[in-house]
């Protein structure tokens, strides 16, 4: 099975500071990661497709990055709305596997 | 617009079965293929089963292997999950979830809790 590993798990950040989230693949999988935001209560929403495709109606201030093994997603303005947690995923061969997750919270 | 409401979910004892189903609107069912995700209360995301299509092709997670079946009706728009052999560690809300090449839609999810 693929392991996929996120990072970090946790950070603190401000209004408008740039965040970056990293996944790194235990093996090649192209460019088949997914990224999702979940809030407190709700059912994730899919942000990223394809390690880099914004989803119909994604903010742009959301992008994806990487292939291979390493993958990232940055948030280029952290607004309130964008306080969640982000899991990664890969989808390049079943059992698809998730990251552990990047909780994201106001310094 | 796409919808995605999975019913069913219950307290069931450990050993117990269930069924969980997921009703699809505003698309094509059967031009896509259908996943069902987990989450444990407090905890991460947890693939579970995918079903292709034509139900030709299905996967499973290791740990539900044997005990699950994922299975669709294109005819009714709906993707189930039969669950058997619960255990309490299979106590989550569980996600139907729609997939194109890596593009997902989600569900609201259904509770299944496994206790005695």
């Known amino acids: 099975d693929i392991q996929v590993t996120q990072y970090p798990s946790s950070l603190s950040a401000s209004l408008g500071d740039r965040v970056t989230i990293t996944c790194r693949a235990s093996?090649?999988?192209?460019?088949?990661v997914a990224w999702f935001q979940q809030k407190p209560g709700k059912a994730p929403k899919s942000l990223i497709s394809?390690?880099?495709s914004l989803q119909s109606g994604v903010p742009s201030r959301f992008s994806g990055s990487g292939s291979g093994t390493d993958f990232t997603l940055t948030i280029s303005s952290l607004q309130p709305e964008d306080f969640a947690t982000y899991y990664c995923?890969?989808?390049?061969?079943?059992?698809?596997?998730f990251g552990g997750g990047t909780k994201v919270e106001i310094k | 617009e796409v919808q995605l409401v999975e019913s069913g979910g219950a307290v069931v004892q450990p050993g117990g079965s269930l069924r969980i189903s997921c009703a699809a609107s505003?698309?094509?069912?059967?031009?896509?293929?259908m996943h069902w995700v987990r989450q444990a209360p407090g905890k991460g995301l947890e693939w579970v089963s995918l079903?292709?299509?034509?139900?030709?092709?299905?996967y499973y997670k290791d740990s539900v292997k044997g005990r699950f079946t994922i299975s669709r009706d294109n005819s009714k728009d709906s993707l189930y999950l039969q669950m058997n052999s619960l255990r309490t560690e299979d106590t989550a809300f569980y996600y139907c979830?729609?997939?194109?090449?890596?593009?997902?839609?989600w569900g609201q999810g259904t509770l299944v809790t496994v206790s005695s």
């Open positions: 979830l729609r997939e194109y090449y890596g593009q997902y839609h």
């Open positions: 505003g698309f094509s069912f059967k031009d896509y293929a």
């Open positions: 079903i292709s299509r034509d139900s030709s092709i299905t």
């Open positions: 093996q090649n999988i192209n460019d088949n």
């Open positions: 394809a390690a880099s």
């Open positions: 995923q890969q989808y390049n061969r079943p059992p698809l596997t």
